[in-house]
């Protein structure tokens, strides 16, 4: 027997990366023939991202459904409209099969170093969906905001975008899975919506203050859940915030009354 017939029943695994290791000598154990290179190149390769730089839609002030929705909101930003969001994304990026039921939304762009890194569609009207993601660049942070900022003076990292536009020098989180290392070696105050009852919101703050990093923990006489809502309720929001913001023992003491409102 073979020692290459023996170690294929003795141990199929290793017999395996012995072929391999054959192969990639050269060795096909037919005589000195040598393997073509490019059997053990790779055979794909990383994905090129394709350079965004405007989107050719109008804007969203220009459209009257999308303007008063953003006027009874109160909020001003470099915002598009999109009739059919579904069709508009496939131009981009091939991301819907079936866009038979297609909608407008509201365009929210993701810059990024000047590029189009990916975008949100904001519902108009009621819809159970109310933000739809998609990213260009899959290895993007998910953020808003990231070239509008100053990253040597603090940076407040909000949950929505249409928030961050009512706070001076800030960020928001596109998705649960927004990374904030882009960010790093920044002043970062973390700005949670006002939900004590809300499990998710209460482990992130908790997190937060034990990462050691800053934190807004609400007052107990606000009442409305998040930015845009308390700004239509009359607050100074940007005084509110600088001034309840926390870290360290005096975040915990301040976080463990909040979660008890």
Not at 206 to 222: D, K
């Amino acid at each position: 027997m073979s020692f290459n017939n023996f170690l294929k029943k003795l141990d199929t695994e290793m017999h395996k990366q012995y072929t391999l290791e054959k192969f990639k000598s050269g060795n096909t154990g037919r005589g000195d023939i040598q393997t073509p290179e490019h059997m053990f190149k790779e055979v794909s390769k990383p994905p090129t991202f394709k350079k965004i730089e405007k989107l050719s839609l109008p804007k969203a002030e220009q459209v009257e459904k999308s303007h008063k929705y953003l006027q009874s909101r109160s909020v001003r930003g470099n915002f598009y409209y999109a009739e059919k969001f579904k069709a508009f994304v496939n131009t981009l990026k091939p991301t819907f099969d079936d866009i038979r039921y297609d909608e407008d939304r509201i365009i929210i762009p993701l810059y990024r170093n000047g590029n189009l890194i990916g975008l949100q569609g904001r519902s108009i009207d009621p819809n159970p969906i109310k933000y739809i993601t998609v990213m260009f660049d899959e290895d993007a942070p998910k953020i808003y905001g990231l070239d509008t900022i100053d990253k040597n003076l603090p940076v407040y990292v909000v949950e929505g975008p249409f928030d961050s536009t009512f706070l001076n020098n800030s960020v928001a989180l596109c998705g649960s899975d927004g990374d904030v290392r882009c960010l790093e070696g920044s002043d970062i105050i973390f700005v949670y919506d006002n939900e004590p009852r809300n499990r998710e919101i209460v482990r992130k703050i908790e997190s937060c203050i034990q990462s050691g990093n800053r934190v807004v923990i609400w007052p107990s006489g606000v009442g409305e859940k998040d930015i845009n809502d308390m700004v239509l309720a009359g607050h100074d929001v940007q005084s509110m915030i600088e001034s309840n913001t926390y870290k360290g023992l005096e975040a915990k003491l301040k976080f463990n009354l909040w979660k008890k409102i």
